[in-house]
């Protein structure tokens, strides 16, 4: 998308360093390396964390082992804001289940940072979540993307009709749940999560950009999960992790389609 600046130049602050936080770093650093051509350790220091205590850094000795890719040895910034500002940010997380903790101000210092930053609240439920967005399309005159953890009604941005995206897990389980199960992988590498997470990004459309969504319209989930399923069973057979394949001469995407459960179709009764 036009003004985003590439996964391997984001700077990306994370409100909350818990194992949510720890968990969706360590997937953009992944993909970072992978897609972006830079180093983990470039990678890594793309992106800081606050907690509850401040910015997560080499010298704080109440943290956990998850943290310890993230403790840089660097300036320590004082606040939220602070760390925008001196950092550079351009996408601001929040996974801390604290109601408004991006502010007003942080959002438009990282829009100062690049054209168009990313910012997520992610929190759920909706009264947890960091922030609106409808304010944080007001604070950024519409210039900021946003996805939300929690539904939120769709806004008028600019005159123009702008769907929050919600960053749900059922976008990507269901999908890898499905190809798991049906090609009986051995085991589930971390890698299966940058194909699911690929393969949704490319069923983004213009037409859903230009409505400020970030993920394909949540009414054809289904069909879209599918997709997706589709491409982590091409990942894991071509990985050699699957231990159920099609028979020959069926095609990989009819036989998982003949395996998906239909609600509207009758089904002998099983006791």
């Given amino acids: 998308m ?16 818990g194992s949510a936080a720890t968990g969706i770093a360590n997937l953009i650093v992944d993909m970072a390396v992978s897609r972006g051509g830079i180093t983990k350790e470039q990678a890594y220091k793309n992106i800081i964390m606050f907690d509850h205590k401040g910015m ?21 910034y004082g606040s939220v804001l602070e760390g925008v500002k001196k950092f550079k940010a351009t996408c601001v997380i929040g996974v801390s289940g604290v109601p408004g903790l991006i502010t007003k101000e942080i959002v438009q210092a990282t829009c100062a940072n690049c054209e168009r930053p990313v910012i997520m609240p992610l929190s759920n439920p909706t009264v947890k979540a960091e922030a609106k967005p409808h304010d944080v399309y007001q604070w950024s005159n519409g210039k900021a993307l946003c996805a939300t953890g929690s539904p939120f009604p769709v806004e008028t941005v600019n005159g123009k009709k702008t769907i929050t995206a919600q960053a749900n897990n059922s976008w990507i389980f269901p999908a890898v749940g499905y190809a798991l199960v049906t090609t009986r992988a051995r085991h589930c590498p971390g890698k299966v999560f940058e194909v699911a997470a690929e393969s949704l990004a490319s069923l983004v459309k213009k037409e859903d950009h230009d409505m400020g ?21 091409k990942f894991l057979i071509k990985e050699d992790l699957a231990t159920a394949v099609p028979p020959k001469g069926t095609e990989l995407k009819d036989w998982l389609k003949a395996q998906l459960f239909d609600p509207q179709a009758e089904y002998d009764q099983v006791y």
Avoid: C, T, W
């Fill in 213 to 233: 969504n970030l993920l394909p319209p949540l009414n054809k989930i289904r069909d879209y999960s599918f997709g997706i399923a589709l491409d982590v069973a």
């Fill in 2 to 17: 036009e003004g985003v600046p590439d996964l391997k130049n984001q700077k990306i602050i994370f409100i909350g360093a």
């Fill in 56 to 76: 997560v850094h080499a010298g704080r000795k109440d943290l956990y082992d998850f943290n310890k890719p993230y403790m840089h040895n660097m300036e320590v």
